[in-house]
C-alpha cells in the first residue's frame, strides 16, 4: 500500500444510481427516522365472481364428440337434491314398537338358557354370562358409532339450511359462523389446506355475507367436487364396462345396486359424512326417492333415444350403448348424492351435470370394443 493511500481517510458509504454516479448521503435526521406505522386495511367487499370449475376438472373434455347431445344430455340431469327432514310415521312406530317386542323375547330366551345352563353346570353359566356380556358391549359400541354418524349427517344438513338462511341475510356474522362450521367439518381435508389458509388470510375483510359464502365455497369445497367429479366418473365407467359384458339382467342389477351403494358412501364421506350402515340407508333411500320423484329414473327408453339419435352410442355396438347408458344412469345418481351430502348448495361453483361425463364415458365404450374386436381378430 502507497503512502497516498495511507493518508487518504475511509470513504464513508453512499448510495449510488443506475448511472454509477454517487448520490448524496441522506442526513442523520433522515436516516435515524422510524418508518411511520402502516395504517390497517379497512375492510372491502370483494365483487361477484362465478367462479366455474371447468378449467380444473380433468374430466371434462375440451373437444365434445356432438355438443347437441351433450346438450340433450344435460337436460337430463335431475334437479337438486334436497333431503327429507326427519318426522313422525306410523311406520316408525311400529318399528320401534316391533324391535322392543323383539328385544324383550331374546333377553327373555337369554334368561332361560343360561338359568338352564346354571342348573347344569356353574361354569357352563358363567361362560353364557361372560359371553352376553361381551355381546352387550360391542353392540353398544355399533350404536354408538351409528348414532355418531347421524349425528354427523344431521350436522351436515344443519350447516347447508344455515347457509340458506345466512345467504338471505347480508350481514356477515351468520356466514362467518357457516364458515367457521365448514373449515371445522374440512380441517382433514388434505385437498382444503391452501383454502383454509386463503380464508385465515381473508378474516375479516369481506363483510358481504352471500359473497364471504361464496369465496368459501370457491376456496374450500371447488377442490372436493373435483374429487366427487372422479367419483362419479369412475364408478360410471366400471358399471358401463361390467353392464356391457354381463350375461344376466339380474347381473347388471345387483351391479348397478353395488356400485351405486359404494359411490354414495364414498360421496358422504369425501364431504365429511362419513355414514355407518344406518346413514347409508338414509342416503341411498333419499337419492332413490328424489330421482323417483323427479321422474329421473324412468327415463332410459328417452335416453337412449336421443343419445343413439345424435349419434353419441350410435357408433357403438348394442351392449356397449346399452353399457353407456347404464353408466349415465349410475352418474345420474352419483349427482343427486353429490347433492345430499354437499355441505353448501351449489351458487359460486358449477353443478356438474350428466353431459360432463358422456364423452368419457363414450370413450370407454369406444376403447373396450376396439379391444375386443382386435382380440376376436387375433383368434381368427
Not at 323375547?105 to 361381551?134: K, P
Request: include cysteine; hydrophobic fraction near 50%.
Amino acid at each position: 500500500m502507497s503512502d497516498n493511500d495511507r493518508r487518504m481517510p475511509p470513504r464513508r458509504p453512499a448510495v449510488f444510481t443506475v448511472g454509477n454516479e454517487p448520490a448524496a448521503a441522506p442526513p442523520k435526521a433522515e436516516i435515524r427516522a422510524k418508518p411511520a406505522p402502516e395504517r390497517p386495511r379497512a375492510p372491502v367487499a370483494r365483487p361477484a365472481e362465478k367462479i366455474v370449475i371447468d378449467e380444473i376438472d380433468p374430466f371434462i373434455a375440451p373437444d365434445p364428440i356432438d355438443p347437441e347431445s351433450i346438450a340433450e344430455a344435460n337436460a337430463l340431469t335431475p334437479p337438486p337434491a334436497i333431503a327429507r327432514k326427519p318426522g313422525f310415521s306410523f311406520g316408525k312406530l311400529a318399528a320401534g314398537a316391533f324391535g322392543i317386542l323383539i328385544s324383550l323375547a331374546v333377553g327373555i330366551w337369554t334368561d332361560s338358557l343360561i338359568r338352564d345352563l346354571f342348573a347344569r353346570s356353574d361354569w357352563l353359566g358363567w361362560a353364557a354370562m361372560g359371553t352376553v356380556a361381551v355381546f352387550v358391549f360391542a353392540m353398544l359400541v355399533v350404536v354408538g358409532r351409528e348414532v355418531f354418524a347421524l349425528m354427523r349427517l344431521s350436522a351436515v344438513q344443519s350447516l347447508k339450511q344455515s347457509a340458506v338462511e345466512a345467504l338471505a341475510e347480508r350481514k356477515p356474522a351468520k356466514a362467518r359462523s357457516v364458515v367457521a362450521q365448514l373449515v371445522t367439518l374440512t380441517v382433514d381435508k388434505p385437498e382444503t389446506a391452501r383454502g383454509r389458509a386463503a380464508i385465515a388470510d381473508m378474516e375479516g375483510e369481506i363483510v358481504d355475507g352471500p359473497q364471504l359464502l361464496a369465496f368459501a365455497e370457491a376456496e374450500l369445497l371447488a377442490p372436493l367436487d373435483v374429487q366427487a367429479r372422479r367419483l362419479i366418473l369412475n364408478a360410471s365407467k366400471r358399471v358401463s364396462i361390467v353392464t356391457a359384458v354381463s350375461p344376466r339382467a339380474i347381473v347388471d342389477l345387483a351391479y348397478v345396486l353395488y356400485e351405486s351403494s359404494r359411490l354414495v358412501r364414498a360421496m358422504a364421506t369425501l364431504y365429511g359424512g362419513r355414514p355407518g350402515a344406518l346413514g347409508l340407508m338414509r342416503l341411498f333411500r333419499d337419492v332413490i326417492a328424489h330421482l323417483a320423484v323427479t321422474s329421473s329414473i324412468a327415463v332410459g327408453d328417452s335416453l337412449v333415444q336421443q343419445l343413439v339419435g345424435h349419434g353419441v352410442a350410435s357408433r357403438l355396438s348394442t351392449r356397449l350403448g346399452e353399457g353407456v347408458i347404464n353408466g349415465l344412469m349410475t352418474a345420474r345418481i352419483g349427482i343427486a348424492a353429490m347433492d345430499l351430502c354437499r355441505p353448501l348448495p351449489f351458487r359460486a361453483v358449477k353443478r356438474p351435470g350428466i353431459g360432463d361425463f358422456v364423452q368419457d364415458l363414450t370413450r370407454v365404450a369406444s376403447r373396450e370394443e376396439s379391444r375386443v374386436a382386435a382380440a376376436s381378430e387375433t383368434t381368427r
